[in-house]
């Protein structure tokens, strides 16, 4: 955004926090950028607001700016559904469109009376991965020749903190079953990650490409798990969070699964483990069907390519404006 132009008041990583406790810690930055934000509607000209996911926050934006009568598009609506359906009520009253990147959302919506419109999943428009095996294995001091397990802990520095150890642990325990099993840590951005001294380890910033030259992966809880799917990648899903969060969560999720993947495809295709099920021994024991060719990796293989049928064609960016676009125009005939 920064790159096109936008002015921004606050960057992503100060936004890139998860979790109940975790906000708790963050709230005085929090409100004094709601504070500003609101000066910003009350003051300046506004025609248009779009939040964009990151529900807590935007939906009291959205609140606000409905109460000042500034039309709202909604993109990448924030999964209110799993854990309060209220919310996806008040979302569907206060917003003029509701861009939905996952299929069912947009039932989920207008049985609400919401004006909710399936875009497509971002993901679909961003270019495949298109090196080589010999040429990324080169690039990162792979063996083109041996399978590699992929290893994803996390795009935020408290999920590496809680993933990357088990993670590698888990590997550890599948590469002394395996001796030719390479190890590859995805790193997000210029995110920090400490690797053990382990020749055997590589770290690997280019995270599709990994994926589609991995034999496997063990993903935490996220967007990741579908561009696993896109690659048709098997993989196991992990997350750890706060103790307190997690309990919370308990308590409020209403779904019948946590990753992506498998909401879409309706189905528990690929397995989760979730914070004290999140250990070597489990992840090590879950994913080791996935590294030979058994029955359960070609179901999987099979589950995710549904996944990829269910989320839509690419383009989502363009739908979202042509929203922008109907929104605009109908307020500037009014």
């Excluded at 947009?106 to 095996?133: I, Y």
């Excluded at 690659?231 to 103790?243: I, K, L, M, Q």
């Amino acid at each position: 955004m920064a790159g096109q132009g936008v002015e921004l008041l606050a960057h992503l990583d100060d936004l890139a926090v998860m979790g109940f406790a975790e906000v708790v810690l963050r709230l005085p930055f929090f409100l004094r950028l709601e504070r500003r934000l609101d000066r910003v509607l009350s003051e300046e000209a506004v025609d248009l607001v779009i939040p964009v996911d990151y529900p807590g926050f935007n939906l009291r934006m959205t609140r606000r700016a409905h109460e000042k009568n500034i039309p709202i598009v909604y993109y990448i609506a924030p999964q209110v559904w799993a854990w309060k359906a209220g919310r996806a009520a008040r979302l569907a009253r206060m917003a003029d469109r509701i861009a939905v990147i996952l299929p069912f959302e947009e039932e989920l919506f207008r049985r609400e009376g919401g004006h909710a419109v399936f875009v497509g999943h971002p993901l679909l428009s961003e270019d495949a991965p298109s090196v080589n095996r010999s040429t990324f294995c080169h690039r990162h001091g792979l063996d083109a020749g041996r399978p590699i397990l992929a290893l994803f802990p996390g795009s935020r520095a408290q999920e590496i903190e809680r993933h990357l150890q088990l993670f590698l642990e888990a590997g550890r325990r599948l590469r002394s079953r395996h001796p030719g099993l390479q190890l590859a840590v995805a790193r997000a951005g210029s995110l920090r990650v400490d690797l053990p001294d382990d020749p055997g380890i590589s770290l690997v910033s280019d995270g599709r490409s990994l994926l589609r030259h991995a034999r496997a992966a063990i993903v935490k809880s996220g967007t990741t798990t579908l561009e696993a799917a896109l690659e048709g990648t098997p993989f196991v899903v992990a997350y750890r969070t706060h103790p307190l969060t997690y309990f919370l969560a308990r308590r409020l999720v209403q779904v019948d699964h946590v990753a992506l993947a498998n909401l879409v495809a309706g189905s528990r295709v690929v397995p989760e483990l979730l914070q004290g099920e999140v250990t070597p021994v489990a992840l090590a024991e879950a994913l080791e069907p996935f590294l030979g060719d058994t029955p359960q990796r070609s179901a999987a293989v099979t589950g995710l390519g549904t996944v990829r049928e269910r989320l839509g064609e690419p383009g989502a960016a363009e739908r979202v404006v042509q929203l922008v676009d109907e929104v605009l125009d109908r307020d500037a005939g009014a």
